[in-house]
Protein backbone atom coordinates (compact mmCIF):
# COMPACT_ATOMS: atom_id res chain seq x y z
CA UNK A 1 0.00 0.00 0.00
CA UNK A 2 2.86 2.24 -0.45
CA UNK A 3 1.49 4.52 -3.05
CA UNK A 4 -1.29 5.10 -2.06
CA UNK A 5 -0.54 6.06 2.05
CA UNK A 6 2.20 7.98 0.76
CA UNK A 7 0.03 9.74 -1.32
CA UNK A 8 -2.34 10.22 1.72
CA UNK A 9 0.61 11.40 4.07
CA UNK A 10 1.86 13.62 1.68
CA UNK A 11 -1.55 15.54 1.19
CA UNK A 12 -1.35 16.09 5.17
CA UNK A 13 1.99 16.86 5.56
CA UNK A 14 3.55 18.36 2.67
CA UNK A 15 7.41 18.52 3.86
CA UNK A 16 7.04 14.44 5.47
CA UNK A 17 9.75 12.29 3.77
CA UNK A 18 7.83 9.17 3.18
CA UNK A 19 10.20 5.76 1.91
CA UNK A 20 9.35 2.17 1.61
CA UNK A 21 10.07 -0.25 3.67
CA UNK A 22 11.46 -3.42 3.32
CA UNK A 23 8.81 -5.98 2.48
CA UNK A 24 7.64 -9.05 5.15
CA UNK A 25 7.89 -8.58 8.75
CA UNK A 26 10.74 -10.99 9.07
CA UNK A 27 12.78 -8.60 6.85
CA UNK A 28 12.31 -5.82 9.79
CA UNK A 29 15.76 -5.47 10.88
CA UNK A 30 16.77 -4.56 7.18
CA UNK A 31 15.13 -1.35 7.35
CA UNK A 32 18.09 0.29 9.19
CA UNK A 33 19.46 0.74 6.21
CA UNK A 34 16.77 2.85 5.22
CA UNK A 35 16.95 5.13 8.53
CA UNK A 36 21.09 5.09 8.73
CA UNK A 37 20.70 6.84 4.92
CA UNK A 38 17.88 9.36 5.59
CA UNK A 39 19.77 10.34 9.17
CA UNK A 40 23.16 10.46 7.33
CA UNK A 41 22.18 12.80 4.55
CA UNK A 42 19.43 14.91 6.89
CA UNK A 43 21.54 15.44 9.77
CA UNK A 44 18.11 14.12 12.20
CA UNK A 45 19.32 12.48 15.20
CA UNK A 46 16.23 12.15 16.87
CA UNK A 47 14.14 9.49 16.57
CA UNK A 48 10.02 9.14 17.48
CA UNK A 49 9.34 5.37 16.72
CA UNK A 50 6.51 3.52 16.26
CA UNK A 51 6.26 0.43 17.92
CA UNK A 52 9.78 -2.20 18.97
CA UNK A 53 11.13 -2.92 15.36
CA UNK A 54 11.03 1.18 14.72
CA UNK A 55 12.84 1.52 18.17
CA UNK A 56 15.28 -1.32 18.01
CA UNK A 57 16.33 -0.34 14.10
CA UNK A 58 17.03 3.67 16.05
CA UNK A 59 18.63 1.77 18.93
CA UNK A 60 21.01 0.34 16.59
CA UNK A 61 22.08 3.20 15.19
CA UNK A 62 22.54 5.42 18.27
CA UNK A 63 25.17 2.52 19.05
CA UNK A 64 26.85 4.33 15.88
CA UNK A 65 26.11 7.85 17.59
CA UNK A 66 24.22 8.38 14.59
CA UNK A 67 21.13 8.99 16.88
CA UNK A 68 21.45 11.06 19.95
CA UNK A 69 17.66 10.37 21.77
CA UNK A 70 14.69 7.56 21.29
CA UNK A 71 11.10 7.81 21.85
CA UNK A 72 9.49 4.26 21.80
CA UNK A 73 5.89 4.74 20.98
CA UNK A 74 4.16 1.46 22.34
CA UNK A 75 0.62 1.02 21.17
CA UNK A 76 0.24 -2.51 23.07
CA UNK A 77 1.43 -5.56 24.75
CA UNK A 78 3.50 -6.80 21.46
CA UNK A 79 4.64 -9.78 22.72
CA UNK A 80 1.07 -10.37 24.11
CA UNK A 81 -0.31 -10.11 20.65
CA UNK A 82 2.38 -11.69 18.68
CA UNK A 83 1.70 -14.60 20.97
CA UNK A 84 -2.10 -14.80 21.68
CA UNK A 85 -3.41 -13.83 18.43
CA UNK A 86 -0.66 -15.27 16.34
CA UNK A 87 -0.74 -11.65 13.92
CA UNK A 88 2.32 -12.52 13.03
CA UNK A 89 3.12 -16.03 11.00
CA UNK A 90 7.06 -15.38 10.71
CA UNK A 91 8.31 -17.87 13.99
CA UNK A 92 11.76 -15.98 14.33
CA UNK A 93 9.81 -12.67 14.75
CA UNK A 94 7.42 -14.67 17.58
CA UNK A 95 10.53 -16.37 19.51
CA UNK A 96 12.07 -13.14 19.72
CA UNK A 97 9.61 -10.68 20.28
CA UNK A 98 9.72 -10.42 23.80
CA UNK A 99 13.83 -9.50 23.83
CA UNK A 100 12.71 -6.91 20.84
CA UNK A 101 10.25 -5.22 23.25
CA UNK A 102 12.20 -5.26 26.03
CA UNK A 103 15.02 -3.50 24.47
CA UNK A 104 12.67 -1.03 22.75
CA UNK A 105 11.92 0.10 26.58
CA UNK A 106 15.07 -0.36 28.34
CA UNK A 107 17.47 1.05 25.49
CA UNK A 108 14.77 3.77 24.36
CA UNK A 109 15.03 7.77 25.98
CA UNK A 110 11.70 8.13 26.73
CA UNK A 111 8.30 6.37 25.94
CA UNK A 112 4.90 6.46 25.13
CA UNK A 113 2.04 3.61 26.57
CA UNK A 114 -1.82 4.49 25.40
CA UNK A 115 -2.88 3.22 28.56
CA UNK A 116 -1.90 2.97 32.40
CA UNK A 117 -2.65 -0.31 31.82
CA UNK A 118 0.25 -0.99 29.20
CA UNK A 119 2.73 0.56 32.03
CA UNK A 120 1.47 -1.85 34.68
CA UNK A 121 1.91 -4.49 32.02
CA UNK A 122 5.51 -3.32 31.33
CA UNK A 123 5.95 -3.28 35.03
CA UNK A 124 5.32 -6.77 35.49
CA UNK A 125 6.69 -8.51 32.42
CA UNK A 126 10.26 -6.42 31.69
CA UNK A 127 10.86 -4.84 35.55
CA UNK A 128 9.92 -1.44 33.66
CA UNK A 129 10.94 1.23 35.94
CA UNK A 130 8.67 4.55 34.51
CA UNK A 131 10.78 7.33 34.16
CA UNK A 132 10.58 9.25 31.29
CA UNK A 133 6.86 8.64 29.98
CA UNK A 134 3.63 9.66 29.06
CA UNK A 135 -0.04 8.20 28.75
CA UNK A 136 -1.59 9.42 25.22
CA UNK A 137 -5.03 7.13 24.64
CA UNK A 138 -5.57 6.84 20.77
CA UNK A 139 -7.12 10.03 20.40
CA UNK A 140 -10.03 10.81 16.87
CA UNK A 141 -9.16 11.56 13.62
CA UNK A 142 -9.79 15.85 12.69
CA UNK A 143 -13.30 14.57 10.06
CA UNK A 144 -14.90 13.44 13.79
CA UNK A 145 -17.63 15.98 14.75
CA UNK A 146 -16.23 19.15 16.71
CA UNK A 147 -19.43 20.44 17.20
CA UNK A 148 -22.65 18.18 17.91
CA UNK A 149 -26.09 18.23 16.24
CA UNK A 150 -29.30 19.41 17.51
CA UNK A 151 -31.73 16.52 18.41
CA UNK A 152 -34.28 17.78 15.36
CA UNK A 153 -30.90 17.19 12.91
CA UNK A 154 -30.48 14.05 15.01
CA UNK A 155 -33.78 12.64 14.52
CA UNK A 156 -33.86 13.60 10.63
CA UNK A 157 -30.70 11.59 10.12
CA UNK A 158 -32.18 8.39 12.05
CA UNK A 159 -35.16 8.82 10.19
CA UNK A 160 -33.09 8.98 6.70
CA UNK A 161 -30.98 6.10 7.64
CA UNK A 162 -34.36 4.08 7.83
CA UNK A 163 -34.49 3.75 11.38
CA UNK A 164 -38.11 4.55 13.55
CA UNK A 165 -37.54 6.91 16.32
CA UNK A 166 -38.35 4.62 18.80
CA UNK A 167 -35.87 1.92 17.61
CA UNK A 168 -32.68 1.56 19.78
CA UNK A 169 -29.93 1.21 17.45
CA UNK A 170 -26.96 -0.47 18.19
CA UNK A 171 -23.68 -0.28 16.23
CA UNK A 172 -20.17 -3.09 16.11
CA UNK A 173 -17.79 -1.72 14.65
CA UNK A 174 -14.96 -3.58 13.75
CA UNK A 175 -13.88 -6.91 11.83
CA UNK A 176 -14.43 -11.13 13.28
CA UNK A 177 -10.36 -10.65 13.82
CA UNK A 178 -9.55 -12.87 16.89
CA UNK A 179 -9.13 -10.09 19.61
CA UNK A 180 -12.33 -8.76 18.66
CA UNK A 181 -13.73 -11.84 20.10
CA UNK A 182 -17.06 -11.50 18.04
CA UNK A 183 -18.02 -15.00 19.29
CA UNK A 184 -19.01 -12.88 22.46
CA UNK A 185 -20.51 -10.89 20.89
CA UNK A 186 -22.83 -12.26 18.77
CA UNK A 187 -24.63 -14.24 21.93
CA UNK A 188 -24.75 -10.89 23.48
CA UNK A 189 -26.22 -9.17 20.31
CA UNK A 190 -28.80 -12.67 19.86
CA UNK A 191 -29.92 -12.05 23.52
CA UNK A 192 -30.82 -8.40 23.27
CA UNK A 193 -32.53 -9.27 19.89
CA UNK A 194 -34.56 -12.18 21.51
CA UNK A 195 -35.72 -9.63 24.60
CA UNK A 196 -36.61 -6.59 22.73
CA UNK A 197 -38.14 -6.24 18.91
CA UNK A 198 -36.89 -2.25 18.42
CA UNK A 199 -33.27 -3.03 18.75
CA UNK A 200 -31.69 -2.79 15.54
CA UNK A 201 -28.13 -3.37 14.78
CA UNK A 202 -25.11 -1.15 12.12
CA UNK A 203 -22.80 -3.62 11.83
CA UNK A 204 -19.73 -1.69 10.27
CA UNK A 205 -17.38 -4.10 8.84
CA UNK A 206 -15.73 -5.18 4.94
CA UNK A 207 -16.71 -9.05 6.38
CA UNK A 208 -20.08 -10.50 7.51
CA UNK A 209 -19.29 -12.80 9.91
CA UNK A 210 -20.34 -16.43 8.88
CA UNK A 211 -21.88 -19.05 11.78
CA UNK A 212 -23.28 -16.13 13.55
CA UNK A 213 -26.92 -16.74 14.86
CA UNK A 214 -27.49 -13.00 15.24
CA UNK A 215 -27.62 -12.80 11.82
CA UNK A 216 -29.39 -16.37 11.00
CA UNK A 217 -32.13 -15.52 12.87
CA UNK A 218 -32.36 -11.78 13.15
CA UNK A 219 -31.13 -10.79 9.56
CA UNK A 220 -34.30 -8.29 8.80
CA UNK A 221 -32.63 -6.50 11.81
CA UNK A 222 -29.71 -5.77 10.68
CA UNK A 223 -27.45 -3.42 8.37
CA UNK A 224 -24.35 -4.16 6.79
CA UNK A 225 -21.84 -1.32 5.77
CA UNK A 226 -18.70 -0.56 4.83
CA UNK A 227 -17.88 3.28 4.65
CA UNK A 228 -14.82 5.78 4.08
CA UNK A 229 -13.13 7.14 7.47
CA UNK A 230 -14.57 9.87 7.24
CA UNK A 231 -18.08 9.01 6.26
CA UNK A 232 -18.55 7.10 9.73
CA UNK A 233 -19.60 9.87 12.22
CA UNK A 234 -21.96 10.39 9.84
CA UNK A 235 -24.22 7.33 10.18
CA UNK A 236 -22.68 6.04 13.96
CA UNK A 237 -24.40 9.40 14.83
CA UNK A 238 -27.63 7.96 14.54
CA UNK A 239 -26.79 4.99 16.90
CA UNK A 240 -28.01 5.00 20.63
CA UNK A 241 -25.21 2.66 21.69
CA UNK A 242 -21.48 1.16 20.73
CA UNK A 243 -20.21 -2.27 21.41
CA UNK A 244 -16.85 -2.54 22.38
CA UNK A 245 -17.11 -6.61 24.00
CA UNK A 246 -13.39 -8.56 24.34
CA UNK A 247 -12.18 -11.69 25.75
CA UNK A 248 -9.67 -11.42 28.66
CA UNK A 249 -6.34 -11.40 27.03
CA UNK A 250 -3.73 -9.27 27.92
CA UNK A 251 -3.65 -7.60 24.66
CA UNK A 252 -7.06 -6.41 25.09
CA UNK A 253 -6.33 -5.63 28.68
CA UNK A 254 -3.81 -3.16 28.14
CA UNK A 255 -5.17 -1.87 24.79
CA UNK A 256 -6.60 1.83 24.13
CA UNK A 257 -9.10 1.13 20.36
CA UNK A 258 -9.42 4.22 18.76
CA UNK A 259 -13.21 2.96 18.22
CA UNK A 260 -13.81 3.75 21.86
CA UNK A 261 -13.13 7.57 21.41
CA UNK A 262 -15.42 7.55 17.97
CA UNK A 263 -18.21 5.50 19.72
CA UNK A 264 -18.08 9.03 22.25
CA UNK A 265 -17.50 11.40 19.68
CA UNK A 266 -20.55 10.35 17.94
CA UNK A 267 -22.68 10.33 21.77
CA UNK A 268 -23.31 6.49 22.04
CA UNK A 269 -23.31 4.89 25.19
CA UNK A 270 -20.55 1.96 25.51
CA UNK A 271 -21.44 -1.52 25.71
CA UNK A 272 -18.17 -2.84 27.38
CA UNK A 273 -16.35 -5.68 28.34
CA UNK A 274 -14.38 -5.69 32.03
CA UNK A 275 -10.80 -4.54 32.05
CA UNK A 276 -10.44 -3.29 28.31
CA UNK A 277 -7.52 -1.03 29.16
CA UNK A 278 -8.41 2.14 31.03
CA UNK A 279 -11.85 2.07 29.43
CA UNK A 280 -13.68 0.27 31.65
CA UNK A 281 -13.10 2.55 34.85
CA UNK A 282 -13.83 5.33 32.52
CA UNK A 283 -17.19 4.10 31.21
CA UNK A 284 -17.97 3.87 35.16
CA UNK A 285 -16.40 7.05 36.55
CA UNK A 286 -18.11 9.01 33.76
CA UNK A 287 -21.46 7.26 32.96
CA UNK A 288 -21.24 6.64 29.65
CA UNK A 289 -21.57 3.64 29.08
CA UNK A 290 -22.46 -0.02 31.18
CA UNK A 291 -20.90 -3.53 31.32
CA UNK A 292 -22.03 -5.77 28.68
CA UNK A 293 -22.85 -8.49 31.10
CA UNK A 294 -24.67 -6.47 33.56
CA UNK A 295 -27.44 -5.59 31.05
CA UNK A 296 -30.91 -6.94 31.97
CA UNK A 297 -32.73 -4.60 28.88
CA UNK A 298 -31.47 -2.11 26.99
CA UNK A 299 -33.42 1.32 26.87
CA UNK A 300 -33.00 4.32 24.83
CA UNK A 301 -30.43 7.07 25.63
CA UNK A 302 -31.56 10.79 25.64
CA UNK A 303 -30.28 13.60 23.99
CA UNK A 304 -29.08 15.02 26.66
CA UNK A 305 -26.86 11.88 27.55
CA UNK A 306 -25.41 11.69 24.03
CA UNK A 307 -24.57 15.63 23.98
CA UNK A 308 -22.31 15.05 26.98
CA UNK A 309 -20.58 11.97 26.13
CA UNK A 310 -19.84 13.81 22.92
CA UNK A 311 -18.35 16.54 25.54
CA UNK A 312 -16.54 14.08 27.12
CA UNK A 313 -14.75 12.85 23.95
CA UNK A 314 -13.32 16.20 22.96
CA UNK A 315 -12.77 16.64 26.69
CA UNK A 316 -10.12 13.52 26.77
CA UNK A 317 -9.95 11.81 23.66
CA UNK A 318 -8.54 14.58 20.92
CA UNK A 319 -5.11 15.73 20.49
CA UNK A 320 -5.58 19.23 21.50
CA UNK A 321 -7.33 17.66 24.96
CA UNK A 322 -5.08 19.16 27.81
CA UNK A 323 -3.71 16.09 29.34
CA UNK A 324 -2.88 14.71 26.29
CA UNK A 325 -1.50 17.98 24.62
CA UNK A 326 0.71 18.47 27.90
CA UNK A 327 1.39 14.49 27.24
CA UNK A 328 2.88 15.04 24.28
CA UNK A 329 4.78 18.56 25.33
CA UNK A 330 6.26 16.31 28.26
CA UNK A 331 7.50 13.67 25.78
CA UNK A 332 8.62 16.10 23.41
CA UNK A 333 10.24 17.89 26.52
CA UNK A 334 12.05 14.51 27.40
CA UNK A 335 14.17 14.73 23.38
CA UNK A 336 14.96 18.10 24.02
Wanted: hydrophobic share 45%.
Amino acid sequence: NYVAQKKIIKANYSNSLVVPMFPKVKFWKWNVVTLFLICFFTGERKIWARGPFAANISIYLKKLKLVNKILSDGRGAYQAELTEYSVVADVSVVNNIEQTERNALVKSDAQLAVSNKLVDWWKEKYSYTPTNYAVIPCTLSNFFFREFITEAELLEAKKREGFREEDIVLIYSGSSAGWQSFNLVDNFLFEVFSKNPNVKLIFLSNEIPTASKTFERFADRIRTKWLKPEEVNALMIVADYGILIREKSVTNQVASPVKFAEYLACGLQILISEGIGDFTDFVTQQNCGQLYNEIDRIEPVSFARKAKNHQLALQFFTKEAYTNNAAYQKLIGFMD
